[in-house]
C-alpha cells in the first residue's frame, strides 16, 4: 500500500509560479510511475505530467508543456510539480497519483495508469 501527502498549493496570480510536492510513504518499491493530475469544478480529472521512477522520463499534456516541469528525488521518494506562467484555466483540485507500470507513453497520463492517489491541494488562478 501506498500513501501519498501533497502540499504546495495556493492562489497566485495569472503568470506567477507555483510548486507541488507529493511524498510517497509506505510501500514505495511497487512504484514505476508518478504523475499529477488536475481536477477543474465540473470537469474530468485531466493529466497533466507524469514520470517514471527508475529513468526519469517524462510526459507531459500539450496544456502545460512548456510551463510545467515534474521532477523526482528518489532518495526521498518524493516528486515535485514547478508549475510556472500559469493560467486562470490551471485552476481546481491537483492530485498526487502512483501506479506500478514503469514504461512509457500516451497512458502515463490515463487515470486508470495509477492505483494511488493523493487527497489534493488546490490551486486558484485569478
Known amino acids: 500500500h501506498v500513501q501519498l501527502v501533497e502540499s504546495g498549493g495556493g492562489s497566485v496570480q495569472a503568470g506567477g509560479s507555483l510548486r507541488l510536492s507529493c511524498a510517497a510513504l509506505?510501500?514505495?518499491?511497487?512504484?514505476?510511475?508518478m504523475a499529477w493530475f488536475r481536477q477543474a469544478p465540473g470537469k474530468d480529472r485531466e493529466g497533466l505530467a507524469s514520470i517514471t521512477t527508475r529513468t526519469g522520463r517524462t510526459t507531459y499534456a500539450d496544456s502545460v508543456q512548456g510551463r510545467f516541469s515534474i521532477s523526482q528525488d528518489n532518495a526521498k521518494n518524493t516528486v515535485t510539480l514547478q508549475m510556472n506562467s500559469l493560467k486562470p484555466e490551471d485552476t481546481g483540485m491537483h492530485y498526487c497519483?502512483?501506479?506500478?507500470?514503469?514504461?512509457?507513453?500516451?497512458?502515463?497520463?490515463?487515470?486508470?495508469?495509477?492505483?494511488?492517489w493523493g487527497q489534493g491541494t488546490q490551486v486558484t488562478v485569478s
Open positions: 497519483a502512483a501506479g506500478p507500470n514503469g514504461g512509457t507513453g500516451p497512458w502515463c497520463l490515463f487515470r486508470d495508469a495509477y492505483d494511488s
Open positions: 509506505g510501500d514505495t518499491s511497487r512504484i514505476g510511475s
